[in-house]
């Protein structure tokens, strides 16, 4: 339940935003419903959408009488065609033949998605208030997503403080959780959802300190075994892209000054790569170096011997 939770609040949003059903069901993942078609179906029998299902009326009107009505034979013949069935025989013998070919394309979703819009399906009372007492759900798929949504769920359900706090207090038990069991990926993932749970608030200054601070300990694990380093990338290319956004947009001093005081808050005890070098290595990632290339450099030079590969 959780999960299919999760995902009519993602389809309710979306169209609470302005996109359209069209253009949602086109993304063709529904989790926990099988097509677009059934999403839709749910949305409408629960009441979080009123209006004229074009789902419904397509799938309804797929019989033979209709197909026989709405196409010539040489229509029916050239569908057959396409499909690389047989083309002779009477017009009732094209149209058996046709029936299952056109309702395949109706059960897909695919004439479906191109008759919706959100002109004919509207957000009811009860899905505006559905996005009102989950608006944390938001917060979650901006911020959280390495992290199970049922346990996210658990965690705010608990929760007396804001959706803000909540989530902050939620990476803090996660990084002391992690750093105690050693558990290093789980430890920079929760550092990297923190930053962007600043980042969500709007309060960049925070969200470049916790992401840096993600950098600098991914170039100087905690803790690293074979196993996890074999498929390690030591500079992770979306946390560079995140921190070139930010520092192309908004005008947030010394990168120097602000690096120095991150990787002296972050109490490295076994350094793996030093702090001048990982400056250096950042500003060329940040230039726009190749990531795959600068670490394989970082692991030829600093971890392949540290972690005895």
Not at 166 to 192: H, K, P
Not at 199 to 204: F, K, M, N, R, V
Not at 207 to 231: E, H, K, S, W
């Amino acid at each position: 339940m959780s999960e299919q939770k999760l995902e009519v609040f993602n389809v309710l949003n979306f169209l609470n935003s302005g996109y359209t059903l069209d253009e949602i069901l086109n993304e063709g993942n529904f989790g926990t419903f099988e097509s677009g078609e059934d999403c839709i179906n749910y949305l409408v029998n629960e009441g979080y959408l009123e209006g004229d299902s074009p789902v419904s009326k397509i799938r309804e009107e797929i019989t033979a009488d209709v197909i026989s009505k709405k196409h010539t034979v040489a229509e029916l013949k050239e569908i057959l065609k396409e499909h690389g069935l047989k083309v002779s025989g009477k017009k009732h013998e094209l149209v058996e033949r046709v029936l299952p070919v056109l309702s395949q394309k109706v059960s897909d979703g695919l004439d479906a998605i191109e008759e919706i819009t959100t002109g004919e399906l509207q957000l009811t009372d009860k899905a505006q208030e559905f996005l009102k007492e989950n608006d944390w759900i938001d917060l979650y798929m901006f911020a959280l997503v390495a992290f199970r949504f049922e346990d996210y769920e658990t965690y705010v359900a608990g929760s007396s403080e804001g959706k803000i706090e909540t989530a902050l207090n939620f990476c803090d038990e996660i990084l002391s959780r992690a750093l105690v069991a050693n558990q290093f990926l789980v430890f920079i993932d929760a550092l990297s959802a923190k930053a962007h749970v600043y980042a969500y608030d709007g309060d960049y200054d925070s969200f470049l300190d916790y992401d840096l601070q993600r950098y600098i300990l991914g170039l100087n694990p905690i803790v690293m075994d074979p196993q996890t380093y074999a498929t390690y990338d030591v500079i992770n290319e979306a946390n560079i892209i995140n921190l070139r956004n930010v520092l192309e947009k908004l005008e947030m001093g010394s990168l120097k000054k602000r690096f120095d005081k991150i990787w002296a808050k972050s109490h490295i005890k076994h350094t793996t790569v030093p702090k001048k070098a990982a400056f250096k290595v950042l500003q060329k990632a940040i230039a726009g170096a190749d990531i795959e290339e600068l670490n394989f450099d970082l692991k030829e030079k600093y971890f392949n011997k540290k972690f005895g590969i």
